[in-house]
């Protein structure tokens, strides 16, 4: 019953009207940019008669680049989510890791790039290592300061039954680092999208994927393709955000981050 009473109060235009107006903004915006710029903006009817013209076109590519953009999050969260339990169990691993990860943090790995396709060829490898680069920090950070976020007056019960550190770990330190977890997913599932793209414009020699659509649009100056392109890439970020935040409140139900506010 309450799930119903939340779905009618979400029906109340105080909830949509807001989102709307902006939304009609933006539009109005886009058109005047588009007549007063039309280098920068495509008229929004040639973005929808790209769009509707050949979705398939833009399906098949953004499969690619989801999948790219997957797999690099998948083995940068691996990564990442060992190496924060090993930092947050000791300290000659904290002191040992944490500087060698700050400085992949601030490396930029554009330039790294070309490097993999010379190490790895043209296929999927080296934009799976760019992504999974760019979303390994956040995640090792958020996980590392979660693991290490418990009281110490929870800590100590733990001990006095005598927990072993695989039991602190799995029944303690993990619950608790959740939702900090789960913040590191919200910046980088969208962030992987992003690190797919620059993987894929910079690790050229592949036909597939938005980031070579738009390189190849920009070349031939075929506006509405890369505006069009980049749409499908804010839906696909926008999507991983939303499935994130609604798994976030599935599984920690029972955390106050994810209780709705009364009003």
């Not at 080296?126 to 290490?148: E, H, Q, W």
């Not at 303690?172 to 992987?192: H, Q």
Request: net charge positive.
């Amino acid at each position: 019953m309450s799930e119903v009473r939340r779905g009618v109060r979400l029906l109340h235009p105080r909830y949509w009207a807001p989102a709307v107006v902006m939304l009609l903004v933006l539009l109005a915006l886009w058109t005047v940019g588009a007549e007063r710029l039309p280098y920068l903006l495509p008229p929004l009817s040639d973005l929808w008669d790209t769009l509707a013209g050949d979705p398939a076109y833009f399906l098949r590519h953004a499969g690619v680049t989801l999948g790219e953009a997957l797999g690099g999050l998948a083995i940068g969260f691996v990564a990442a989510f060992v190496l924060a339990v090993l930092v947050s169990e000791s300290v000659l691993a904290r002191r040992a890791i944490m500087p060698v990860a700050v400085v992949l943090n601030v490396t930029p790995l554009v330039a790294i790039a070309p490097a993999l396709v010379v190490a790895f060829g043209f296929g999927p490898a080296p934009k799976l290592i760019v992504t999974a680069l760019i979303c390994f920090f956040p995640i090792l950070i958020n996980t590392a300061a979660g693991l290490r976020s418990v009281s110490r007056e929870v800590l100590q019960v733990f001990r006095t039954v005598h927990a072993s550190r695989w039991e602190l770990l799995r029944h303690l330190r993990i619950p608790t680092a959740l939702p900090f977890v789960f913040a590191a997913l919200k910046i980088v599932f969208p962030l992987s999208i992003v690190g797919a793209v620059v993987a894929e414009m910079s690790a050229a020699g592949s036909d597939d994927g938005l980031g070579t659509v738009i390189l190849v649009a920009s070349s031939m100056n075929r506006l509405a393709v890369v505006w069009a392109a980049i749409v499908v890439l804010a839906v696909m970020g926008s999507l991983l955000l939303l499935i994130v935040t609604v798994a976030e409140r599935r599984v920690l139900h029972w955390h106050e981050s994810t209780a709705r506010p009364s009003r």
